[in-house]
Structures are given as structure tokens and as C-alpha cells.
């Protein structure tokens, strides 16, 4: 799996169906084969960066 964000293969598993890239620091998590990209923030929230991605570059082919 590559990264959709940096193209990184450097992705960490970091609970169940959810995934952490350790080259951009963005955590995503998969539901359905499709990806959710978010911004992990100073005070440990998260922002969705879903907008940013075409619906394509998020799906997972199983």
C-alpha cells in the first residue's frame, strides 16, 4: 500500500483498519476499501483531508 498523499510505502498499522505515514504524518483509516485521509493536529485532533483526494486515489483495491 502507498501512501495517496506522498506516494510513501512507509505506512505503519496503527489499530484496526487504521494506517499512519510516517513520511507525511497523515493518518488514514479504511472502511469498504475506501480510504480516510486526516491531519493529525497539535492538540490531537483530526481534519479530514478527504476534499483533496479525487474518489478514485482513495479506494483500495481488495
Known amino acids: 500500500m502507498r ?3 506522498c506516494q510513501s510505502k512507509d505506512i505503519g498499522k496503527i489499530g484496526t483498519n487504521q494506517y ?3 513520511n507525511c504524518f497523515v493518518e488514514m483509516s479504511l472502511q469498504k476499501g ?3 485521509m486526516h491531519q493529525v ?3 490531537g485532533s ?3 483531508l478527504d476534499d483533496l483526494f ?3 486515489d482513495l479506494h483500495v483495491g481488495m
Open 3 to 5: 501512501c495517496p498523499n
Open 54 to 56: 479525487e474518489d478514485q
Open 46 to 48: 483530526l481534519s479530514s
Open 34 to 36: 475506501k480510504l480516510s
Open 20 to 22: 499512519y505515514c510516517w
Open 41 to 43: 493536529e497539535e492538540d
